[in-house]
């Protein structure tokens, strides 16, 4: 069966997700703390702010799952720890409340997706097997 490269955005598992959001945040309310601080917008605060939103488009757009006919490739914020999976080596593909999960021989791997797109991955696996 042949398939178009389909492409979907994506979190790490949802304890790393957490904990990444958080740092990112932290970006968020010093600007905000600096803000009120001061009581007078500063450049500080505007920097702080711009950081935060930089950090986050980031976050989001960076990380990308990209299926075709034998692969999915994770590419990550750092571009050197991008992962390739062969669906081949797949044994398992479980529904979670937050996104999917990919059992292997040697362990699994979990990602969070939204609602939509973890159902159009998940049909897209279940058509392979």
Not at 5 to 17: D, G, S
Not at 77 to 102: A, M, P
Not at 108 to 123: F, H
Request: proline share 1%; hydrophobic share 45%; glycine share 2%.
């Amino acid at each position: 069966m042949q398939r178009h490269q389909k492409t979907y955005f994506y979190q790490p598992e949802l304890a790393k997700t957490v904990i990444l959001w958080s740092w990112t945040f932290c970006l968020l309310l010093s600007s905000l703390l600096l803000w009120l601080e001061i009581t007078t917008l500063q450049i500080w605060t505007i920097i702080l702010f711009v950081i935060f939103l930089i950090v986050s488009v980031i976050q989001i757009f960076s990380r990308k799952l990209i299926i075709d006919d034998k692969h999915i490739k994770l590419t990550k914020v750092i571009r050197k720890y991008n992962e390739t999976i062969e669906i081949s080596e797949i044994k398992k593909v479980k529904l979670r409340r937050f996104g999917l999960s990919f059992y292997f021989s040697d362990g699994k791997k979990t990602i969070v997706l939204n609602s939509r797109s973890k159902l159009q991955l998940y049909t897209d696996l279940q058509k392979d097997k």
